[in-house]
Each structure stands twice: as C-alpha cells, then as structure tokens.
C-alpha cells in the first residue's frame, strides 16, 4: 500500500514540482522501500520530460536515469551496512 502512495506522489511531483524536489522525494523512497525498481522508470521520464542533455557543459541525456540507477544499486549495500530494513 505504501509503495502505492508513494509512486501517486512521485508521478504528481513530476508534473508539478521542480526536478530537485522530485529527485529527493525519489531518492528518499529507494531507502524507505525495499527494492524500489520503479526509481529507475521515474529517473528516466524526468530525463524524457525535462532533461536538457547538457550537465555541467558535457552533452549528458542520460543524468537522471543514470543516478537513480546508482542509488538503487548502491541502497542494497547502504542499507546492510546502517542495518535499516523498512
């Protein structure tokens, strides 16, 4: 059910919020969720919908799929070693 809510508000945040905020709210449910997969999707439409492809003057589509990705491989870890499961 939380997972739900969750992803309701990520989709409302896309669309109406600016992309920082969305990006925390993303990066936040990567922890609190156990294998938020999802994360990866919304990182890439944020990229689809507002990505400009140029990130620190370097031609980059791919920034914000690219960064939920590493979130999501490194929360696995993160969370062994704080030893937090939600």
Known sequence: ???IILNLIIILSV???PTYITACIILVSIFYINNFY???LWGFLL??????????SIHFAY????TTLIFYLCSFRMKTMLRVSF
Do not use: Q
């Not at 990229?47 to 620190?56: A, E, H, P, V």
């Not at 920034?63 to 690219?66: Q, V």
């Open 1 to 3: 059910m939380i997972r």
């Open 15 to 17: 669309f109406v919020l």
């Open 38 to 40: 999802e994360s990866i």
């Open 47 to 56: 990229d689809i919908l507002y990505g400009s492809g140029n990130i620190f």
């Open 63 to 66: 920034f914000f799929t690219l």
